[in-house]
């Protein structure tokens, strides 16, 4: 499919932000897209990183077998110990699981938050990847066209060129009969 100028002028004006810019990245052969991860992570702050690095450990199996060890020591030391300092039904420990909770679950959705930010950056970059390659893709079926009508325009001058050849032939013989 051969489109014209003026149609083509007006769907790149019709076209957004996004599809304009990836259009002029064409245009200069530029590469599309940096690596998102990179652009993202140079733009975290501190408290961002520090958040990430909780939610990791906080799912990790490293902090569930090392939670798991700080209850069973605790409970130990409780019922085994004969001064307790906190007896059953360890209504300090319910304290401590309370404010642990409490503070890893807003943390944990800060980071998830970023994630999904994270995740909307790559959607972006994915579309104006696939944008771009659906554009390369147009240009080189036009160009296939352009050779493939360069092919026949060029084969129907050869039988053009064999049939005066023939003509020729058939005027030569028919002047030697």
Known sequence: MIIDAETLVKHIQEAGEHERA?????????????????VFDSSLTFGQRLADQVAA?????????????????????NVAAGQAFDP????????????????QA?????????????????????????????????ALDTKMDELRQAQWDELI????????????????LSRQN
């Open 57 to 77: 450990f906080g799912g990790s199996w490293t902090f569930i077998l090392l939670f798991f060890g700080v209850m069973t020591i605790w409970i130990i030391l």
């Open 106 to 138: 807003p943390v944990i959705m800060m980071s998830q938050n970023r994630q999904a930010a994270k995740d909307r950056l790559d959607a972006q970059h994915d579309y104006e990847i696939n944008l771009k390659a659906e554009m390369e893709i147009m």
């Open 22 to 38: 990836v259009i002029g990245r064409l245009l200069r052969r530029e590469i599309s897209v940096p690596h998102t991860n990179k």
């Open 88 to 103: 059953y039904p360890f209504i300090l420990l319910n304290l401590v699981l309370s404010m642990l909770a409490a503070l």
């Open 157 to 172: 001058s050869l039988q053009r060129a064999q049939l005066e050849l023939l003509k020729q032939l058939q005027q030569g």
